[in-house]
């Protein structure tokens, strides 16, 4: 059967007719696990794990469709639907129990509401005819509050960077995803701290990551990765009233 190298990410994949062949870590379990429940859930957004291969890969179905890039604009309707299958996602493992002494990729963050998918974004989302159908890439999933994983997917798909759309648009489009998500009072009240924090969080991730010697994130270093995603934290805050403003009044 062909192999098809797959692009993207910080890990070599490999496509083997309908399945994917993707290194495993002592997250693995877990990971498996949650897609286990989601599949025993219904949750139809997400792969299907298959156990691992020969060499120790683990196995999972390839999820056809289009994925896009990092900085790809979506529609106000598909960004809609991204939010809500990111509410269904959590829903989904409000019951699901982890295994004994589970490892997470990811550290689990107080207080853990739900499994976070820990990485949403449009390189992990599946689309079909410009509609999100499922979520990819599970390796960052871990414990966390919902906020955590809505931040960060608000910054992917909103674009909440500083050389993007006009802030009125930014905060326009943000306050559409946390309806769309049907974001609790609390979080959005939150939500702007969130997305800082998050930012920061991926730099002391990605800059560690480095120091260890990780072919990838040395590469994202070394190309300034770190430091963009920095300045859009200090874009967040300069414009936080005006994000403020409009996703503190839902819809």
Known sequence: MDEQQL???????????????????????AVHALLEHLEAKGFAGAPRVHGFDAEGREIVDFVAGD????EAQVSDE???EVAVLLRNLHDATLDFTPPP??????????????ICHGDIAPYNTVFRDGR???FIDFDTAHPAPRVWDVAYAAYRFVQLVEDGAPAGE????????????????????????????????????????????????????????DAYYLRNADHVTRHRARFDALIQSPK
């Open 170 to 225: 930014q905060a326009r489009r943000l306050a559409l995803f946390a309806d769309g998500y049907d974001l609790a009072t609390a979080d959005r009240e939150a939500l702007v701290d969130t997305v800082i924090a998050r930012l920061h969080q991926l730099v002391d991730f990605m800059r560690a990551q480095a120091a260890a010697g990780h072919p990838a994130f040395s590469r994202h270093v070394a190309e300034g990765h």
């Open 67 to 70: 994925v896009p890039g990092s």
């Open 101 to 114: 002494a589970a490892v997470w990729y990811l550290p689990p963050r107080a207080s853990a509401e739900v």
């Open 132 to 134: 999100p159908v499922a």
């Open 78 to 80: 598909a960004l809609t």
């Open 7 to 29: 692009t993207g990410g910080v890990n070599t994949v490999t496509r083997i007719g309908d399945r994917v062949h993707r290194p495993a870590g002592e997250w693995t379990p």
